[in-house]
């Protein structure tokens, strides 16, 4: 009896999700996008692919961390898979800098649109294309009408979106399915030297349909995200700079 009702309830849940824009699990590419803890919060503990994601930005720093954190992401999503167009107003981003997070640099499309309202045409028409792995575009000003017809796009074709909305303060209701937040902490280094290490970052999904929002603190390492060690764990560098 007990087995039914979970058969019941689970295929309920998957209705729901249809209705609410996402496939199911067995639609989803799993274990491309290796978030370590943040799996737990997606439906079916994976992250959702075919939707569009919004990153919120307030500083220029902000806006740098969420380039290298959606880098990683799409270093999952175009493993054996097509390739991603990247829509900017200006030329700022350095494409061998992708190398770290596994990204080939000639793998992605770098299209430079200076009118937001074009970029916003862009990237629907890009969302369309069902060869894409992913679609990214620098968007701050999203209206829910424009929100809506890219998460429509993304639901026929499969190709997943992310929006970087900087220097937006308090957004408004959008229909993309997660809401991200990221900002940059101190690098680690396993070893505890000084210098740059492995990039950090403080993740807020502030908003995922069908799942359950929350915080983390992730690091990038051995080509994956990873769970940041805890500050009471982490190598002291004044330690190895009084020795050396």
């Known amino acids: 009896m007990n087995q039914v009702t979970d058969d019941i309830r689970t295929r309920l849940q998957q209705d729901i999700w249809r209705m609410q824009g996402q496939r199911p699990a067995k ?28 990153c919120i930005t307030k500083s220029a720093a902000s806006t740098a961390a969420t380039t290298g954190f959606v880098a990683g992401i799409l270093s999952g999503l175009m493993y054996n898979s097509g390739p991603c167009v990247w829509i900017s107003p200006a030329p700022l981003l350095f494409p061998p800098g992708f ?14 649109v ?28 999203l209206s829910f009408t424009s929100s809506r017809r890219l998460q429509l796009a993304v639901e026929k074709t499969g190709v997943t979106g992310f929006i970087l909305r900087p220097g937006v303060g308090s957004p408004q209701a959008t229909a993309c ?13 396993p070893n505890g030297m000084p210098g740059v290490g492995f990039p950090c970052w403080n993740v807020e999904l502030q908003k995922i349909r069908g799942g359950k929002p929350g915080t983390w603190q992730l690091l990038w390492m051995d080509g ?8 009471s764990v982490l190598p002291s560098q004044t330690r190895w700079r009084k020795i050396g």
């Open 27 to 54: 639609d989803l590419l799993a274990g491309k996008v290796a978030l370590g803890p943040i799996l737990e919060a997606f439906p079916h503990k994976v992250f959702p692919t075919g939707a569009v994601h919004e």
């Open 99 to 112: 190398c770290s997070f596994g990204v080939e640099p000639d793998r992605l499309l770098f299209v430079q």
């Open 114 to 141: 200076t009118n937001e309202k074009e970029r916003c045409w862009a990237m629907e028409t890009c969302l369309q294309m069902e060869g894409l792995s992913a679609v990214v575009s620098e968007l701050p000003d």
């Open 177 to 189: 399915t997660g809401r991200w937040q990221i900002t940059p902490l101190a690098s680690y280094h």
């Open 224 to 231: 994956r995200f990873q769970e940041r060690p805890a500050a």
